[in-house]
Nanobody
Framework: QVQLVESGGGSVQTGGSLRLSCAAF????????MAWFRQAPGKEREGVAV????ANTSYAEGRFTISQDNAKNTLYLQMNALTLEDTAMYYC???????????????????????WGQGTQVTVSS
């Protein structure tokens, strides 16, 4: 089993930045693909960025950067130039399978990932 714990969310004004973290516990060595998703009130959960063990990445949002520290079993999401539309609960997700080729063109969804964190809230205000 793998447990994921997100942190780093909070309140920020438009134009500001936040860095989210996601620590993996348990059988972290079994993870081959990780991603960040977000879910705004009344909307479906949507993919934000994905990364594989070779640090290949794909982004649905160009202002964000996904990275990982394998030594710390931690995933990050650097978010810059935040807008009101970025307000959402942000979730970390992981899969024991390698990222599929379609992920790198932005086609990844919740069904592609087995493990999920509880989420961290990001609120952007003007």
């Amino acid at each position: 089993q793998v447990q994921l714990v997100e942190s780093g969310g909070g309140s920020v004004q438009t134009g500001g930045s936040l860095r989210l973290s996601c620590a993996a516990f348990g059988y972290a060595y079994s993870i081959h693909c990780m991603a960040w998703f977000r879910q705004a009130p009344g909307k479906e959960r949507e993919g934000v960025a994905v990364i594989d063990t070779d640090a290949n990445t794909s982004y649905a949002e160009g202002r964000f950067t996904i990275s990982q520290d394998n030594a710390k079993n931690t995933l990050y999401l650097q978010m810059n130039a935040l807008t009101l539309e970025d307000t959402a609960m942000y979730y970390c997700a992981a899969s024991p399978f390698y990222c599929a080729a379609r992920y790198y063109t932005g086609y990844f969804n919740t069904a592609d990932f087995r493990y999920w964190g509880q989420g961290t809230q990001v609120t952007v205000s003007s």
